[in-house]
C-alpha cells in the first residue's frame, strides 16, 4: 500500500494556501496584522510597537508566528515589521523563478518601499538573514546594523552541495511532491519530528501553528521552491563589502545551520562582527527563549544608538 493514497494527493491543489478566516483565526498578533500589495504580491504583514524601525524576516518554512512571543517584547523599544516571506504564511507567492535570492531581496525591497519606512535595524532568521544581507548589498535598504540570528549564510560543502539544489529542484518543481508532503504533514508526529531536527524544543502552540501551515502544498512548494533556488555564494562573496555593523546570534545547539558556520564567517570573512551564543538554544532559538533573544537585540539597538541605554532610562 502507498504512504500517501494517490487519489487523494492529486485532488489537493498546489496552490491551495492557508486561509486568514480559518487558518488565521486566531494567528499569533492578529491585531496587528494587515494586507497590502507590493510587487505584484499580497503581503501578509504585522506592525506593531513605537521607536527606531525594526525589519525581521523569519526563514525558509516559517511565518509571522515564528515571531509569537519575541514580536511583543520588541515592540516595547521599536516600530516591529514583520511579513510573511513570499509564498508563505499568508503571502501570495510569486513564479517560481523569482523565489532566488535575488529574487527574494527585490520582492522584500519593494514591499520596504510600499510601506514608506527606512529600517534603521534588521533581524533575520536563517534564511531571512541572507534575504537582508542581498537587500543591503543591493542598496535596497540601508539599516544602522544587521543581524542574523541562526543564519544560513555558506553554501554546501562538498558532496551534499552537489546533491542537494538539484534534488530540491525536482521537488519543488513537481507538484505531486508539495500535495504529498502536506498530506504527511496531518500526521502530527511528522511534524514533531521536523521540529526536533531543529535541535529546538516548542510548546503545543508552537508545534500547532507549524502544522497549520505545512498541511498546505502551496507553503512546502514556497519553501521547496526557496531552497532550489538558493545560491548562498552571493553571501558568501558579499559578506567582505557589507558597510554595515554585523551581529551575529547563533544557538549552540543549533542542528539545521551548524554554529560552527557563524564562527566561520566571523574568522574568515567578517572579523568585525560581534558573536552571540545561546548556550543550550536550537535553530528556533527565538521561539524557545523568546525574552533572552530579545534583550540581546534591545542591546545591539542601544550599541548602535538607536534606544537609550539602560543606564540613562
Known sequence: ???????RVRTMSVN???????DGRDWPNRASSEFLSAGGLRWHVQRMGQGPVLLMLHGTGAATHSWRDFAPILAEHFTLIAPDLP???????????RMSLPGMAGLVGSLVETLGVQP????????GAAILIRARLEGRIAPRGLISLNGALLPWRGLPGRLFSPAAKLFATNSLVSRAFALRARNRRVIEGLIDSTGSTLDQAGVDLYQRLIRHPSHVRASLSMMAN??????????????TPFF?????????????EAHRVRAKLRPDAKLFDLPGLGHLAHEEKPHEVAEIV??????????????NR
Not at 509564498?87 to 523563478?97: N, V
Request: aromatic letters at 6%; hydrophobic letters at 35%; charged letters at 20%.
Open 87 to 97: 509564498g508563505h504564511g499568508f503571502t501570495s507567492a510569486p513564479p517560481y523563478e
Open 248 to 260: 551575529l546570534i547563533v544557538g549552540d545547539q543549533d542542528t539545521t545551520v551548524s554554529p560552527r
Open 230 to 243: 538558493w545560491d548562498l555564494n552571493l553571501i558568501e562573496q558579499g559578506l567582505p563589502n557589507l558597510d
Open 120 to 127: 534603521d535595524l534588521v533581524l533575520g532568521h536563517s534564511a
Open 16 to 22: 491551495a494556501g492557508p486561509n486568514w478566516e480559518s
Open 1 to 7: 500500500m502507498p504512504l500517501f493514497p494517490v487519489d
Open 298 to 311: 534591545r542591546g545591539i539597538g542601544e550599541c548602535l544608538g538607536l534606544l537609550q541605554t539602560t543606564k
